[in-house]
């Protein structure tokens, strides 16, 4: 993990609604009723606890139509901005910079890497527009995501196959609905660090509060 560089770039901005909790403006793909049925359907019989990017290439869709699919007490979902950006990574910051999670990206939607780091920690916001994160005290990854550029951020929580197996994840998405990062505190039947799901919850809460994108189908 040492000296590793993640390069981050999103691709367009969206207006946000005024009002707390109503839905947000969104350029992302988001899921029609037919999508609905059949990612549910997927996480409930056929792939429980999987991250989203497997059931995004399963399906040959956006990461965002298989998050916006999901029941509203698995995903929820606003519209992105720098401001957003700062705010949620903000949140994930408490999660501790001591913190073991997953980062995970994907190339296309059709490549997945993930591996192990611990929490990237924001650096001071320049006004710029760019959100910059180091783990490890700067040995570990360097991200770079580029605010102005954010459509959409979700935080999922997925049961696993198991009793009490969880798979907790806050994402984020380019114009075309595409991952750019995300980070997981934990996945479905592998050892997870317990300060991560607590952060996870918070960061859960933060991202409720913002005006939603996607109506739920």
Same mark, same amino acid.
């Given at each position: 993990?040492?000296?590793?560089?993640?390069?981050?770039?999103?691709?367009?901005?969206?207006?946000?609604?005024?009002?707390?909790?109503?839905?947000?403006?969104?350029?992302?793909?988001?899921?029609?009723?037919?999508?609905?049925?059949?990612?549910?359907?997927?996480?409930?019989?056929?792939? /429980?606890?999987?991250?989203?990017?497997?059931?995004?290439?399963?399906?040959? *869709? =956006?990461? @965002? !139509?298989?998050? #916006?699919?999901? /029941?509203?007490?698995?995903?929820?979902?606003?519209?992105?901005?720098?401001? *957003? =950006?700062? @705010? !949620?990574?903000? #949140?994930?910051?408490?999660?501790?910079?001591?913190?073991?999670?997953?980062?995970?990206?994907?190339?296309?939607?059709?490549?997945?890497? #993930?591996?192990?780091?611990?929490?990237?920690?924001?650096?001071?916001?320049?006004?710029?527009?760019?959100?910059?994160?180091?783990?490890?005290?700067?040995?570990?990854?360097?991200?770079?995501?580029?605010?102005?550029?954010?459509?959409?951020?979700?935080?999922?929580?997925?049961?696993?196959?198991?009793?009490?197996?969880?798979?907790?994840?806050?994402?984020?998405?380019?114009?075309?609905?595409?991952?750019?990062?995300?980070?997981?505190?934990?996945?479905?039947?592998?050892?997870?660090?317990?300060?991560?799901?607590?952060?996870?919850?918070?960061?859960?809460?933060?991202?409720?509060?913002?005006?939603?994108?996607?109506?739920?189908?």
């Amino acid at each position: 993990m040492k000296h590793s560089m993640l390069m981050i770039a999103m691709l367009s901005v969206p207006m946000m609604a005024a009002a707390q909790n109503k839905p947000a403006s969104t350029a992302v793909p988001c899921a029609s009723a037919t999508h609905a049925p059949m990612v549910r359907d997927f996480y409930e019989n056929q792939k /429980p606890g999987r991250p989203l990017p497997v059931a995004s290439r399963h399906f040959n *869709v =956006a990461e @965002t !139509v298989i998050a #916006s699919a999901l /029941p509203a007490t698995q995903s929820i979902g606003t519209a992105g901005s720098a401001q *957003v =950006a700062q @705010t !949620v990574w903000k #949140s994930i910051d408490e999660w501790g910079a001591n913190t073991s999670i997953k980062l995970v990206l994907t190339s296309g939607g059709k490549h997945a890497y #993930s591996f192990p780091s611990l929490v990237p920690m924001a650096k001071p916001d320049t006004g710029e527009g760019w959100l910059d994160m180091y783990a490890d005290d700067s040995k570990g990854v360097h991200a770079h995501i580029n605010g102005q550029y954010l459509k959409a951020v979700f935080a999922t929580d997925l049961p696993g196959p198991k009793a009490g197996e969880r798979t907790q994840a806050i994402s984020f998405y380019n114009q075309d609905g595409s991952l750019v990062l995300g980070v997981y505190a934990r996945v479905a039947g592998e050892t997870f660090d317990q300060a991560a799901v607590e952060g996870f919850k918070k960061t859960w809460a933060v991202i409720e509060s913002l005006p939603r994108i996607c109506a739920a189908k």
